[in-house]
């Protein structure tokens, strides 16, 4: 079964230092999206894709944060500089087309900032 | 206001107990949506679309109000595998918003 996949899956950082998370979607799935989850709140969407193009980055902190998806494919979402509010889970999702498809999601990055 | 917001819970329920879990959107123009389930620090997985007809799947069944703007999710005898946080997911402007999510606790 086909499956979105994210690393790390662990991953620990003092603050102010930069951090990456990568994400290689469902083959063929043009939509990518990035959720940050705080533990007991539902995932919120930072930003979404259709192939290569960003349709939406309003909730992306873009002081800090920074996704790019360079060829329409895998996908990397970078924090510099990392600071101990972004401590949460990090889920990348994919779907097929944006609008009507479910999304699938990956097993998700857990950051700890310290 | 936030886009979908849902029951706060948590839901404590009996084996055997029928629960039901509302969420309501505020985008009248919300295209798609759905029910995911997630287990304690696993991602979020589909459980099942909702239909404008209303939909079944076993002992779960999705119905949608666009009129009302609301979604339920109704699980009958209800499961101990069934405990779990339920997500409400709306598609608006063709993104995907999760509501906070709702916890089921099923106990013996």
């Known amino acids: 079964e086909a499956e979105v996949a994210q690393s790390p899956r662990y991953k620990i950082t003092e603050k102010s230092q930069a951090v990456a998370f990568w994400c290689d979607p469902i083959s063929g799935h043009a939509t990518l999206y990035w959720y940050r989850q705080i533990l007991g709140q539902g995932p919120e969407l930072l930003v979404q894709f259709q192939d290569e193009s960003v349709v939406d980055d309003s909730q992306l902190p873009k002081d800090r944060f920074s996704a790019e998806r360079l060829k329409g494919v895998d996908s990397t979402l970078k924090i510099q500089p990392a600071e101990l509010g972004d401590s949460a889970m990090y889920l990348c999702?994919?779907?097929?087309?944006?609008?009507?498809?479910?999304?699938?999601f990956g097993q998700g990055t857990r950051l700890t900032v310290v | 206001r936030k886009e979908v917001e849902q029951d706060p819970g948590p839901f404590n329920v009996p084996e055997g107990a029928t629960v039901a879990f509302n969420c309501t959107y505020s985008n009248s123009a919300s295209q798609s949506f759905f029910w995911y389930r997630q287990d304690c620090r696993k991602e979020p997985k589909l459980l099942m679309s909702?239909?404008?007809s209303g939909n079944e799947d076993g002992r779960f069944t999705a119905q949608l109000n666009r009129a009302s703007q609301y979604i339920s999710l109704l699980i009958r005898d209800s499961k101990l595998s069934d405990s779990a946080t339920y997500l409400c997911?709306?598609?608006?402007?063709?993104?995907?918003?999760f509501g906070a999510g709702t916890r089921l606790t099923v106990k013996p």
């Open positions: 909702v239909y404008s």
């Open positions: 997911v709306v598609n608006g402007d063709n993104d995907m918003r």
């Open positions: 999702a994919s779907s097929l087309m944006e609008g009507w498809a479910e999304a699938f």
